[in-house]
């Protein structure tokens, strides 16, 4: 039962335009939300967090929007630049005890066209 | 320059063999992760340590081992016991409050 879903395993987006990624929880019991970018043959790199106690984020052209009632959280990537083109991981972090674990989502290919 | 470093960057292994990935951090951190990706599925955690001489299993355990001898290092064991063990491998430290966690560049092992 993934916990952590991103239901749309690629997105096509113009250069210049807005790339908006969506990631979907059930948990209610995860209060951070992060976003990782990853190339190929690399480990992902962190973007952008959000607490659950905030609705918005914004880092540059990154703003990262949470919706708790309806379990909901975008990345928002504007203008979007060819460079962008990687996987994005959604991941929510919860404590289990004393340690805290990040659950993944499945990953969204954006493609950004010249 | 601080940072997490994985070796080997691609290993090759016969079936029942077993396997040893090495991962090294130099940040200080004290909580170390090793996730597992598949294409198409998202990143899936083995095992994590939150101080030396400690660890927790994560949700595919099964197959695998570590130790935590030191808090610079946490290695991982794929055994012959693993049913599919080829995959990409990663190992990652955390220090932030929201367990932001800092990436090695991961292994990829492929099972002969």
């Known amino acids: 039962d993934q916990q952590v879903k991103q239901n749309s395993p690629s997105l096509s987006v113009q250069e210049g335009r807005i790339s908006i990624l969506n990631c979907d929880y059930t948990n209610s019991m995860f209060d951070y939300f992060l976003w990782y970018k990853k190339y190929p043959a690399e480990g992902p790199t962190f973007l952008i967090s959000?607490?659950?106690?905030?609705d918005k984020n914004e880092d540059g052209r990154f703003t990262v929007f949470l919706n708790k009632s309806a379990k909901h959280l975008s990345l928002h990537i504007v203008p979007s630049q060819p460079g962008d083109s990687a996987v994005y991981f959604c991941?929510?972090?919860?404590?289990?005890?004393?340690?805290?674990?990040?659950?993944f989502g499945s990953g969204t290919q954006l493609t950004v066209l010249p | 320059d601080g940072g997490i470093t994985q070796s080997p960057k691609y290993l090759f292994r016969k079936e029942g063999q077993n396997v040893t990935l090495s991962c090294e951090q130099n940040?200080?951190?004290?909580?170390m992760y090793w996730y597992r990706q598949d294409p198409g599925q998202g990143l899936r955690l083995i095992y994590y340590s939150q101080i030396v001489n400690d660890f927790q299993k994560g949700d595919i355990a099964e197959g695998y081992s570590v130790s935590r001898e030191k808090k610079e290092s946490f290695p991982l064991t794929v055994t012959s016991a693993q049913k599919n063990p080829t995959a990409f491998y990663l190992c990652a430290s955390s220090l932030g409050t929201a367990g932001e966690l800092f990436f090695g560049e991961g292994s990829r092992l492929t099972v002969l």
């Open positions: 940040l200080n951190h004290d909580a």
């Open positions: 959000i607490s659950s106690i905030k």
């Open positions: 991941a929510a972090s919860s404590l289990s005890g004393s340690a805290r674990q990040l659950t």
